[in-house]
DNA sequence: GCCGTTTTCGGCCCGACTGTTTTCAGTCG
């Protein structure tokens, strides 16, 4: 049995694969498509291949579903072990090269045959690619540094280190002469929880002003390009950023342009030419007579596609295109919206400030509840308490909720530990004594899938929980998540009607969008959380929310936006 | 290879930038 993860990686290996052979550009695209789609499917593909309807599964048509089918029953692909006989697999690693693509590494590959990135270096040093056709010193060189630099580049930026990041380069360019507006675009304003590289539109009339502030900040390394209206520059850390400039009359059709997706821009392409609009990011053209139609903002460029204006979270070709047409978008949650923090850490385990100094900055951002769920007795590392601290900490609670007044209303709560061996730290009968119970793995994320889905289960089948916390134990970007089963654990959680967290802090974002809509689309209610332990995290509650928008979620599905009478009535029926 | 409120065949988004060229191919987003 394969993951949606493992599929993905194999077609996006046979559309590199294929790209580099020369095969039909559709097909290749058809690939990537399949690819993508898989990667955003809410259920694991083996369920459908199951219930024989893959090619419900968006981008899988009879081809690809019987390369599915084929990779289900075997584990392996006939198709793609002759395709590897006949492109070297390794070349593939020359594809994040930058200047380097498939038809240059398939014309240096049979020219020079050569098939590793050791042997391309070599080649490179010895001044073989200067002279292939279309090719020269120059292009050589750039080979050369893009080689050197794939060691220094990390793969995919967290969102919590890339966002303020972009908000700090934005700042700097607001200040250059000329410039209107400084926006981040890309997927960091689609929020996605990593992003590739950092995307920036600046509104101004005087662009190449923009262009020598730009690749004159500080830490950058080197530039990739610059032009006109457009630039690019890689920093120390080979991290990336790309700007665009353009006249704040054409803002709008650029930043629906630079924010993307691809496929939502596809989408939109063709929605105007439908109209007989040619849409680009300079502006709608009149195809019957070359007239322009100039957007100012996102909004005019939606109107005049005949839609309402779409979220940038949404905009991933998730069937957000079909509900604007509907006008069934989601009213999706915002911040204000979250009246709850329901996972908070105080000094009675490993949090920085005490349950009243906590309380207080919890209400000052405008929290009506907050739940102090301090880590459980096994977790040493953490303080974790006793069955007797836990008494101490209820008298404490009474004690400050005299001083807090109405102003928040504090929760005695805990963080269990789900322990290696499935059961959880502390009994039923003390569980029943909490006002609420979140169930999180901190330990054994290696085991196998069989033992994590044991103990998860038996945690979201516990009467006693009410929330399973950072479900599946992942951070970003060093830990990959424990083996779940998440289709079985949404499932599990729907007969038990528990709440998943949707953990807040950039470092987890877990559940991620994906399998967060799963859950809503299951009725599974959800919980976002800023796991603070300090009063800074409690200023992280926004990337929770913005995971919470890319799942499309509104407030009535998340019990942090409830009025305080129904969450805690819904506390009291779990009991 | 996928897909269809014109289509089951014939399309499939659009432009910037670079390096190598004398008008364009390759790459990228």
Known sequence: MMNNKQLADTFTLIANLSEIKGENIYKTLAYRKAADSLMSLGREASEYWKEGKLKEIPGVGAAIAEKIDELERTGRLEFLERLKKEVPVGLVEWLPIPGLGPKRAALIWKTLNITSLAELEAAAKEGKLRNLPGMGAKSEAAILEGIASLGRRSTRLPLGKAYPLAQELCEQLKKVKGVVDAQPAGSLRRMRSTVGDLDILVASRDPAAVMDAFVKLPRVHRVLGRGDTKSSIEFNDGMRAQLWVHPPEKFGTALVYATGSKDHNVRLREIALSRGLSLSEHSFLKVKDDSE??????????KTLGLPWIPPELREDRGEIQAAKANKLPRLIQLKNIKADLQTHSTWSDGK????????????????????????????????????DHK???????????????SILVLHATEVEIKADGTLD???????????????????????????????????????????????????????????????????????????????HPARLDLDDVPARRAKELGIPLSINTDAHSESDLDLLFYGVATGRRAWLEPKDVINCWSTDKLLKWLKKRK
């Open 293 to 302: 139609i100039f957007c100012a903002t996102e909004e005019e460029v939606y």
């Open 353 to 388: 400030l005490s349950m009243l100094e906590m309380a207080r900055a919890a209400a000052k951002r405008g929290m009506k509840v907050i739940a102090f769920t301090d880590h459980s007795v096994s977790l040493g590392v953490t303080g974790g308490l006793s069955m007797e």
């Open 392 to 406: 101490k900490q209820a008298a404490e609670i009474r004690k400050i909720q005299k001083q807090l007044g109405d």
């Open 426 to 504: 502390y009994p039923d009968e003390f569980l029943a004594t909490l006002d609420l119970v979140v169930a999180s793995l901190h330990t054994g994320l290696r085991q196998p899938r069989e033992k994590v889905m044991q103990r998860v289960l038996n945690a979201i089948r516990n009467p006693h929980v009410d929330i399973i916390g950072h479900p599946t134990g992942r951070l970003i970007p060093d830990r990959e998540g424990a083996d779940i089963d998440m289709e079985a654990m949404l499932q599990a959680a729907k007969e038990s009607g528990v709440a998943m967290e949707i953990n807040a």
